[in-house]
């Protein structure tokens, strides 16, 4: 607890791993990082089980050859505790798997990640870090993402997706590896080329088991298209036959089409009141659901609405306006509850500019990163560049 944990080595700063038995480990207040200019490639490595990370700040995790977490496991069980943490990394900033389980049968199980600033700062952008996506799911079950912000994924070793449901039987000794019971609730994604890929069936190795069970609900997404890229303003991704995915209340901002749909058709797809552009790149299975829905750009069908422009159904804080206003199929808003949003991002760690420097100091963009107890009170702030 409160301890400040630097790199010395280009691999993982913190390593629970999984033939050390680490179990029921807390690290709780802790500043974790690698340096402006080196390679370390995970702040910490989760092998183990009930593994929490509270309240930390793990920073300059970034590699120019290989992929770089600041939190990831491919050989632990879980649970996995990650609430109220300041997370900056190059490639995935937290990644469950991407590396058979030395264990047969083991998938990373009961992971919470609640209240967390996950971001890539803009200063990445072309430094030769390898640079991928902000969250990512190969081999879980029973997820709970809810009250984070995810900000800033742009194109370059990847397509810029925020975040990837997309089950990896990566090495071929991994058939079991499923991506299932997924709660994404509450969060804020802004400024990235897309929303999510959420894939069916490993494409590259076969067999793996099936996303399904995915339920997206009272998300605010804005900025999405904000990078160029071949796939800069689409939503979502639906690869290769993903199942029983629910989209429900949320509100979308973004530049291209909703829905991408390739490979094998997808099933049991629920779209239900939500605020979104138009359009779909493929085609959605015949009996998706779809109800309650305001379609920026769209024509009317069913009980869902279309409107001419994102300002004819939102304000400027993103509440509806009328006359959209209880036309969802609950009688309620269409679109994120953000009163509700706004509660549950209340006590993520935020980066807030610092004073004017004196005029002797260098000029330059600077930052600090609040860390909060448990009670949301300021113990301490880091700086950034």
């Known amino acids: 607890m409160g301890l400040e944990l630097r790199s010395t080595t280009p691999w993982a700063i913190v390593d629970f791993h999984t033939g050390d038995a680490v179990d029921h480990v807390t690290l709780d207040r802790c500043w974790i990082h690698g340096t402006p200019t080196g390679d370390v490639t995970q702040g910490v490595r989760l092998d183990g089980t009930w593994i929490a990370v509270v309240d930390c700040s793990i920073t300059d995790i970034h590699h120019r050859t290989n992929d770089a977490q600041a939190l990831g496991t491919y050989d632990g069980w879980g649970p996995f505790k990650i609430v109220n943490c300041y997370l900056e990394a190059s490639g995935e900033n937290i990644m469950f798997c991407g590396w058979d389980p030395s264990i047969p049968g083991l998938i990373p199980s009961d992971i919470e990640i609640r209240g967390n600033y996950i971001r890539k700062p803009l200063s990445w952008q072309g430094a030769g870090w390898v640079v991928k996506n902000l969250l990512e799911f190969k081999n879980a079950r029973r997820v709970l993402v809810e009250g984070n912000i995810l900000e800033n994924s742009w194109e370059a070793q990847q397509q810029g997706w925020a975040v990837l449901l997309t089950p990896r039987n990566q090495n071929g000794a991994s058939p079991w590896s499923t991506v299932e019971d997924v709660t994404f609730r509450r969060n804020w994604v802004r400024q990235v080329v897309g929303g999510f890929q959420v894939m069916g069936l490993d494409n590259i190795r076969q067999p793996s088991g099936r996303t399904s069970r995915v339920l997206v609900t009272h998300n605010l997404f804005t900025g999405i298209g904000a990078f160029p890229g071949v796939m800069a303003g689409k939503w979502?991704?639906?690869?290769?036959?993903?199942?029983?995915?629910?989209?429900?209340?949320?509100?979308?901002?973004?530049?291209?089409?909703?829905?991408?749909?390739?490979?094998?058709?997808?099933?049991?797809?629920?779209?239900?009141?939500?605020?979104?552009?138009?359009?779909?790149?493929?085609?959605?299975?015949?009996?998706?659901?779809?109800?309650?829905?305001?379609?920026?750009?769209?024509?009317?069908?069913?009980?869902?609405?279309?409107?001419?422009?994102?300002?004819?159904?939102?304000?400027?804080?993103?509440?509806?306006?009328p006359p959209f206003t209880g036309m969802a199929l609950d009688a309620t808003d269409p679109g994120a509850d953000i009163d509700a949003l706004t509660a549950a991002l209340a006590t993520v760690v935020s980066g807030a500019p610092l004073p004017p420097p004196p005029s002797a100091a260098p000029a330059g963009p600077r930052y600090t990163v609040q860390v909060l107890d448990a009670t949301g009170k300021v113990v301490g702030t880091i700086p950034l560049v």
């Open 236 to 321: 979502m991704w639906l690869q290769n036959g993903p199942a029983q995915v629910t989209i429900d209340h949320n509100t979308i901002r973004h530049t291209g089409p909703m829905f991408a749909v390739s490979e094998a058709v997808p099933s049991g797809i629920v779209v239900t009141n939500n605020v979104a552009r138009a359009g779909v790149e493929g085609t959605m299975p015949a009996d998706t659901m779809w109800g309650g829905n305001v379609f920026v750009g769209g024509t009317p069908f069913g009980t869902n609405l279309p409107a001419a422009t994102y300002d004819a159904v939102l304000d400027a804080s993103n509440h509806v306006i």
